[in-house]
């Protein structure tokens, strides 16, 4: 499965983005689809995931309350609301599908990645 995020930009401070990550090949299936960013100098760091059976997420402490990760099975994408940004947000997001069913954080479960999308907070 092919994995196409889009949705970054810059934005001030406080404001939101809508990043989105949508399969090409084939459909998500059962997979778990997740969001990680990687900010310039650290290693990639888990966000947040969502299964497709039954919907459950989970969140990052550092983005609990501002971020949502949601699907449209119709669309075959899932969505990163991003809201009350900061510039520690600052970062190359990436979305990735885990075959398995069970939520992981784990960067090295996750079997699909997509290009990332640049996401820039300025101050």
């Known amino acids: 499965v092919q994995l196409q995020a889009s949705g970054g930009g810059l934005v001030q401070a406080g404001g939101s983005l809508r990043l989105s990550c949508t399969a090409s090949g084939r459909t998500f299936g059962r997979y778990v689809v997740g969001w990680f960013r990687q900010a310039p100098g650290k290693e990639r760091e888990f966000v947040a995931a969502?299964?497709?059976?039954?919907?459950?997420?989970y969140y990052a402490d550092s983005v609990k309350g501002r971020f949502t990760i949601s699907r449209d099975n119709a669309e075959n994408t899932v969505y990163l609301q991003m809201n009350s940004l900061k510039p520690g947000d600052t970062a190359v997001y990436y979305c990735a599908a885990d075959r398995d069913l069970r939520i992981t954080t784990t960067t090295s479960a996750y079997d699909y990645w997509g290009q990332g999308t640049q996401v820039t907070v300025s101050s």
């Open positions: 969502i299964s497709w059976i039954g919907g459950s997420t």
